[in-house]
């Protein structure tokens, strides 16, 4: 089954040559030449052959412009089927006209461009040198019908040679060409799709990097108020029983004063444990930009990459917004900005927030193309211009009870997001 796949796939040359346009457009392009020739045949030979041969060339001609089509239907066996009956009418006209080089190489050129452009390099050398050998071999001085034919002199035929050669090296230069363009958009789309992952994975580390410190910083915090929790509680509880023993003593004083000495080295101790720890979480603040600031960074560097124009409008947005809530904006802008600048081709960006009712709302407009979408060359599938990065923030967006929606607009591209933001002042301690 997979040998009779792969003779399918090298029989069928669609997808690997000319599309549709093209295609019909040769077509015509044959059906006009054909017809022209057709045309002045009928006008330059009617009374000169008797009718009986007359109206055979003519019915050879309605076979040809017949055969057209078939010579670019993608499939390589009819385009073979199809160029070999060209080339039997090409050569019952010959033996008719003989060497008449204004009416032979208007119908020899359809054939030399259907196998030059769409056939392996191989059979494309194996047809040309056929039918320009078949042609100029019928080109020799015969009788046709009892009548002689002009066959012409030695300059006719190498002219006739020399021209078809010529078409026929212009076409599959002109395929080479076609061909090399071809691979080099196929590459140039691997490569930016390549490219398009190590963004993704870069934006992914840029937002990783820039809120794993604080949240590794928060969580030894934590750590460090249970141990400073336990300090504390141990310590009371030591200083609290020695005091307790020298009460209940017996009135020995050195006895008592041994049980508060004990219970006063015990309170040194811990108050220096606990001084310890306390320094530890009065370490350095986390240096990274917040809020505005953090945003503001973010679409000043994209602007100077980039050049697109951004501007920003905060307006009532709080100062602080909690660390969840900030990482979400931050990575929609992100992508806003990614999606504008790579898949919209926008050269400019504005982005504004409105906090109300314990709720932030990011719109995010370009001047892009709103409507363009992308071909996967790999699945042939089209992508819409949102992304699969901002349908995974719809998703968070959503899980914390927001509203996500992005689409085209008149003039552009818009992508507007509201969040719930819940204890602004507990984030921003």
């Known amino acids: 089954m997979s040998i009779k796949r792969g003779l399918q796939d090298k029989n069928i040359i ?5 599309g549709f346009l093209p295609r019909f457009s040769f077509v015509l392009l044959t059906f006009l030449l054909y017809t022209l020739a057709a045309a002045r045949f009928s006008q330059d030979y009617m009374g000169l052959m008797q009718d009986n041969p007359f109206n055979q060339v003519r019915l050879v001609f309605f076979v040809l412009i017949s055969l057209a089509p078939f010579l670019f239907i993608p499939v390589v066996p009819v385009i073979n089927g199809a160029a070999l009956g060209s080339l039997g009418c090409i050569l019952f006209i010959a033996l008719a006209v003989g060497a008449d080089l204004s009416l032979l190489l208007p119908i020899m ?29 019928a080109l020799n001085t015969h009788t046709a019908w009892g009548a002689l034919v002009n066959a012409g002199t030695i300059y006719n035929k190498l002219m006739f040679a020399i021209i078809s050669v010529i078409v026929a090296f212009l076409f599959l230069l002109l395929k080479w060409q076609y061909l090399h363009i071809k691979n080099l958009t196929t590459s140039i789309d691997r490569l930016d799709r390549a490219y398009q992952k190590v963004v993704d994975a870069n934006l992914d580390f840029q937002t990783y990097a820039l809120f794993a410190r604080e949240e590794a910083m928060e969580k030894e915090r934590r750590r460090l108020a249970g141990e400073l929790h336990d300090i504390i509680g141990y310590s009371l509880t030591n200083v609290i029983m020695l005091i307790q023993a020298a009460q209940i003593g017996k009135g020995d004083s050195e006895q008592t004063h041994a049980i508060l000495e004990k219970a006063r080295l015990h309170a040194d101790e811990s108050l220096k444990e606990a001084r310890n720890t306390l320094a530890t979480l009065r370490s350095e603040p986390v240096d990274r930009p917040r809020g505005a600031n953090l945003f503001l960074k973010l679409t000043q560097t994209f602007q100077e990459v980039t050049g697109v124009n951004i501007s920003v409008d905060f307006a009532n947005m709080p ?19 990614t999606n504008a600048f790579r898949h919209g081709k926008a050269s400019e960006i504005h982005i504004s927030f409105w906090y109300e009712l314990k709720s932030i709302t990011l719109r995010i407009r370009d001047n892009g193309n709103g409507g363009s979408s992308h071909i996967n060359q790999d699945t ?50």
Do not use: C, H, M
């Not at 359809?110 to 040309?128: D, H, K």
């Not at 602080?320 to 802008?333: Q, W």
């Open 14 to 18: 669609w997808k690997n040559s000319f």
């Open 109 to 137: 050129f359809p054939l030399l461009y259907a196998v030059s452009l769409q056939l392996p390099y191989l059979q494309t050398l194996f047809w040309i040198l056929l039918a320009n050998t078949s042609v100029l071999f």
């Open 319 to 337: 100062p602080l917004l909690p660390v969840k809530t900030e990482k979400i904006i931050y990575r929609l802008i992100q992508e806003g900005l």
């Open 380 to 429: 042939e599938q089209r992508v819409d211009r949102p992304g699969i990065g901002l349908a995974g923030l719809r998703e968070q967006v959503e899980q914390l009870g927001g509203y996500f929606a992005a689409g085209a607009t008149s003039g552009g591209f818009i992508l507007q997001a509201s969040i719930p933001v819940q204890e602004i002042e507990e984030g921003n301690k």
